[in-house]
C-alpha cells in the first residue's frame, strides 16, 4: 500500500515555524526570485493520496505576498479529506516556484497500481517536475520495486526529474502495514520507492536552526532517537549499488516552514517537506537552463554528482551526526546525501556544468 511519507500534524503545530521569507532566506531562494526565477513556465506534479481546500492555500499566499496558485487536477480523489501532506506540498512548492504550474494527480492507494499509473500521467505531463511524498518499502515486492523504476527511468529518459522522501524513521522505514509504533526491529530496517529508484533523486532531511532574520546559523542531520525519526537512508537491497538519500534540506517539524490545514497553521515536518523544496528549486534550475538556451543531459542524479565536483559550494553538507543506520561523512552519504542546497550556487552550476 501506497502511504504517505510525513504526518505534520504529529507535533509540527506545537513547534516555532519558520515563516515563508525566513525559510526562503536560509537557502539563498530568496535570491533567485530577485533575478526573475520563479518556476515560470515549469509544471511540477504532486501525485496525491488525501486532498486540500483552497480556502488554506489562498490564505497562504495572501499572508506572504504570492500569487494565485496555478493547479490542475487529474484523476479522482482516494480521500476528501485534508489529512496535511498535500497542503503541505503545494504551499512549499508554491513559496519556493511561485510562478510553476502545480498538477494534483489523485493516486491510487494501491502500490501494485503504481506503475501503470506514473506511466498514464507521465504520458499527460512528459518531461515535468515530480514531487513524491508517498512511497512504500522496496522489498515488500522488489518485482514491484523493479516495475515502476523501469517506468520512472523511461519517464527520466523523456525528461523528467522525479523528487521523493527518503522516509521519517532515520533508515528504519519497511515496518509492516499496522506496525509504524511497534518497538524497532532489524527486520525494519530498508529503502522506500520511488526514492530508491536510481533514476529518482531521493531528499533527506536536515535541522536548521536560524536567526529571527533568517540567516542560517547551523544546520544538521534532522535524527532523535527517542521517537526513531529523522532523515531515511541506507543502502538498496533491490538495486544494486544504490544508497540514499541524494540531497537533503528542512525535515524537522521544530524547524519546519509554516502552511496552513484546516484553517490553522503547523510547521511542516518530515522528508515530504524536503522533497517539495527540492522540487521547486528543480523547477528554478529548469527555468533557468531554459532562459540560458542551455540543454540538461543525463538525469538530474548525475548532474548533481557534476555539480558536486566542479562547485561544491552549491551544498551545505553536515559532517557531523547521524540517523539511526549511518553516519554523516565527509562527501555523499547515506544521510543527507550531498547535502542541502545553497540555491544561488546550484543554479549556476547546474547551467555551467550543462554548457
Known amino acids: 500500500m501506497s502511504h504517505a511519507m510525513a504526518n505534520p500534524l504529529q507535533d509540527g503545530r506545537r513547534a516555532r515555524s519558520l515563516n515563508v521569507r525566513d525559510y526562503l532566506r536560509v537557502y539563498g531562494i530568496d535570491d533567485l526570485h530577485r533575478r526573475g526565477l520563479t518556476g515560470e513556465g515549469v509544471t511540477v506534479v504532486v501525485p496525491a493520496i488525501d486532498t486540500y481546500q483552497d480556502s488554506d492555500l489562498d490564505r497562504f499566499r495572501k499572508r506572504n505576498g504570492l500569487p494565485p496558485f496555478d493547479i490542475f487536477e487529474v484523476g479522482e480523489a482516494s480521500s476528501d479529506i485534508a489529512l496535511g501532506e498535500v497542503p503541505m506540498d503545494l504551499q512549499i ?45 522496496e522489498e515488500g515486492d522488489p518485482g514491484l520495486a523493479r516495475e515502476a523504476a523501469t517506468v520512472l527511468a523511461r519517464t527520466v529518459a523523456r525528461g523528467a526529474i522525479h523528487f521523493a522522501a527518503s522516509g521519517d524513521s532515520a533508515g528504519y522505514d519497511c515496518y509492516p502495514s499496522g506496525k509504524l509504533f511497534d518497538p524497532p526491529r532489524k527486520s525494519f530496517i530498508g529503502l522506500i520507492m520511488p526514492a530508491s529508484a536510481p533514476a529518482v533523486t531521493a531528499v533527506g532531511g536536515t535541522r536548521v536552526l536560524a536567526d529571527r532574520r533568517g540567516n542560517l546559523l547551523k544546520e544538521t542531520p534532522w535524527y532523535r532517537s527517542v521517537t526513531l525519526s529523522g532523515s531515511g537512508g541506507g543502502s538498496s537491497q533491490v538495486f544494486d549499488g544504490r544508497t540514499v538519500p541524494d540531497v537533503a534540506g528542512d525535515a524537522d517539524p521544530a524547524t519546519g516552514m509554516g502552511f496552513f490545514l484546516n484553517g490553522e497553521m503547523y510547521a511542516a515536518g518530515g522528508t515530504s517537506a524536503s522533497a517539495p523544496l527540492w522540487a521547486g528549486l528543480g523547477a528554478l534550475v529548469e527555468q533557468a537552463l531554459r532562459e540560458q538556451g542551455v540543454k540538461r543531459e543525463g538525469d538530474f542524479n548525475s548532474l548533481l554528482a557534476r555539480i558536486a565536483t566542479a562547485a561544491p559550494e552549491a551544498f551545505r553538507h553536515p559532517r557531523v551526526g547521524s540517523n539511526a543506520v549511518a553516519v554523516a561523512e565527509n562527501g555523499r552519504d547515506q544521510v543527507t546525501g550531498w547535502g542541502a542546497p545553497n540555491a544561488p550556487a546550484l543554479v549556476e552550476a547546474a547551467v555551467e556544468v550543462s554548457r
Open 93 to 137: 512548492i508554491h513559496a519556493v516556484a511561485p510562478r510553476a504550474r502545480l498538477v494534483v494527480a489523485h493516486w491510487p492507494l494501491s502500490a501494485r497500481d503504481n506503475p501503470q499509473t506514473i506511466d498514464r500521467v507521465a504520458r499527460r505531463f512528459p518531461g515535468v517536475v515530480w514531487s513524491w511524498s508517498i512511497g512504500w518499502c
